[in-house]
């Protein structure tokens, strides 16, 4: 909650703007029950019309000011609900983006989406309904209380038993209920989960014809939710219905008890109708009081799951004297380098937070300008887990990445990226059109820059092909292209990026062996002077590479060219011997 209360505080000249608003309104309505009093006991009994009138006049006028109160501080309220939550959705959004792979493994996506919209729509709602009814409510109860003693001290006992009741009812509610709201997020986030993956594992649940069974699981999900909605909602439900009978029954008390009074020439008439109004506003107050904790108890759950996310920081994160690589190597590189390269490993180990053993051990290469360098290996010998540290997803855990001669970790971040050009193993196309994924690399790319990316990766058949060409929209997800398509276009956005570094993971995969090929001789001719490193599962894209390094198990058990590793790497040629014929191992 902590994280969640500093959001206040930028709004603390409108939360007492609104105080001061619900303090006018609850002392207007206050004032009108007395007034009343005042015409009945010494207007309409005595006669007197002057009186009636001047009194009249002074309550349209009270009750004018009540409205005014009421709308402004309704405004008010909102601002200050919407305002809040405007500045955390952005903070979670924030912070969610800079989150490591590492965060992102500790949080689900549908986690991660329902704590970014229900849970700050729910402190959205309970900011408004707290200013509006969690403030007023007392005021007007204090107020309330007060005025109904000094009308009448023998009838504060019937407005004492009323409040013990209520109170009675909303301890029990409260207990029941409170337990249950967060098991009700966590539902949310269940239901978020099966449909999120439903909708991206259509076409093999089709392909499976696991359609019912995943309606089945969904159904169970939905039904889980829908009984404890359904028990909350039911235990809620009975406090109106419970409430209004005690305000009822309380006023039958007040005018049973006030009427003896009344006979005894000891209460007036006016006193009475008065203080059965004080009656009611103290128990609507408890009412509204209630109300909140409909919202409270979930608006608390909410609150601590979005603190959650504000609370953690990212494993991977730059270090207060990070500078550019420029700056970075001012104050690293005091002798000329003789063997440059673009990107070096240097006994780099890596294990995943909470694994035992390494994922990669003693692992060190060197990736010069202008060369090509390849990583093969089987599944799990640690490919993408070498990619994912070069792009700073996660830290090594021993060992350094060096670039340009520098440790990546003593540079920003976001200097880091800008000096690779990375081609995700699954390629990624976000909605809008050809022309604004490729400007994903650069908003200021020329007309002529993005034409030549695409023709570098091979592209222009399908992209020219279209009806609108670059405007040609693109779907969330990129659905609405082939898997061929959409990696080709993934690749002409990095290339179009100019960098002096090119990862490519495992990106040639949805490509047949003919555009594979071409893509690869453009990319040679066009980025000559850059260094490419190519993580592949196919023999046929990397034997061309000037250094092939072979993982095995987190080590690199060979590191050569082609020809090389087939004499001297059991492991590449095990490899190339189940992919490629004898005459084409040649």
């Known amino acids: 909650m902590k994280h969640i209360w500093k959001y206040y505080k930028k709004f603390a000249g409108m939360i007492l703007l609104t105080l001061l608003l619900l303090l006018g309104q609850a002392f207007s309505e206050l004032w009108l029950p007395s007034m009343m009093s005042d015409i009945i006991d010494y207007g309409i009994i005595e006669g007197n019309m002057s009186y009636i009138y001047s009194t009249g006049l002074k309550m349209i006028i009270v009750a004018a000011i009540t409205c005014v109160c009421t709308l402004a501080g309704c405004f008010t309220s909102a601002k200050i609900g919407a305002g809040v939550c405007f500045d955390i959705r952005r903070d979670v959004f924030e912070r969610v983006t800079a989150f490591s792979s590492a965060e992102m493994r500790e949080f689900s996506t549908a986690s991660l989406i329902t704590r970014s919209t229900n849970d700050i729509h729910q402190i959205q709602m309970t900011s408004i309904m707290f200013f509006r009814l969690a403030c007023f409510a007392p005021l007007m109860g204090i107020g309330a209380l007060i005025m109904a003693l000094n009308t009448s001290v023998k009838l504060s006992w019937t407005v004492m038993a009323a409040l013990a009741a209520v109170l009675i009812l909303m301890l ?27 909708l991206s594992g259509i076409l093999v649940i089709r392909a499976f014809n696991t359609e019912e069974t995943e309606e089945e699981r969904f159904d169970e999900a939905n039904t889980d939710m829908m009984k404890l909605n359904l028990f909350v909602n ?39 109708l008065a203080f059965i109004q004080y009656a009611m506003h103290i128990i609507i107050s408890f009412m509204f009081i209630s109300m909140m904790f409909i919202f409270i108890p979930r608006a608390v759950v909410s609150a601590g799951r979005v603190g959650e996310i504000l609370a953690c920081e990212p494993s991977v994160r730059d270090r207060g004297d990070a500078v550019s690589f420029e700056g970075a190597g001012a104050q690293q590189r005091k002798e000329p380098q003789t063997d440059a390269s673009v990107l070096e490993f240097q ?76 081609i995700p193993q699954k390629g990624i196309l976000f909605s809008g059109t050809v022309e604004s994924n490729l400007r994903y690399a650069d908003p200021d790319l020329s007309h002529e820059e993005i034409l030549e990316a695409i023709s570098t990766a091979q592209a222009e058949d399908f992209v020219f092909s279209k009806p609108e060409g670059l405007a040609e929209p693109v779907a969330q997800g990129g659905t609405n292209v082939s898997g061929g398509q959409k990696q080709r276009l993934s690749i002409a956005r990095a290339l179009a990026k100019k960098a002096p570094l090119y990862v490519f993971d495992d990106s040639f995969s949805a490509l047949d062996f003919k555009t594979d090929a071409a893509l690869r001789k453009a990319i040679r001719e066009k980025m000559a002077d850059a260094a490419l490193l190519i993580v592949a599962q196919r023999i046929s894209t990397i034997r061309d590479a000037d250094k092939i390094i072979v993982l095995d198990e987190g080590r690199i058990a060979g590191m050569g060219t082609h020809g090389e590793l087939l004499e001297s790497c059991a492991v590449y040629r095990e490899i190339a011997e189940s992919q490629l014929s004898r005459e084409e191992l040649q």
């Open 172 to 198: 029990f509610s409260f207990k029941v209920t409170f337990p249950k709201f967060k098991v009700v997020q966590k539902m949310i986030d269940r239901l978020n989960l099966i449909m999120g993956e439903r």
């Open 234 to 272: 039911r235990a809620m439900s009975l406090m109106m219905p419970a409430m209004m009978l005690i305000m009822n029954l309380s006023g039958l008390l007040i005018v049973w008890v006030g009427a003896g009074f009344i006979d005894m020439h000891e209460l007036q008439v006016g006193e009475m």
């Open 347 to 422: 006994n780099v180990s890596f294990h995943y937070p909470d694994a035992e053993e390494n994922m990669l051990s003693d692992i060190s290469f060197k990736v010069r300008p202008g060369t090509t360098t390849a990583i093969i290996g089987s599944t799990g010998a640690g490919k993408s887990t070498i990619v994912n540290l070069i792009m700073r997803f996660y830290d090594v855990t021993a060992g350094r990445i060096l670039i340009d001669g520098i440790d990546i970790r003593d540079v920003k971040q976001a200097d880091l990226r800008a000096r690779i050009g990375y």
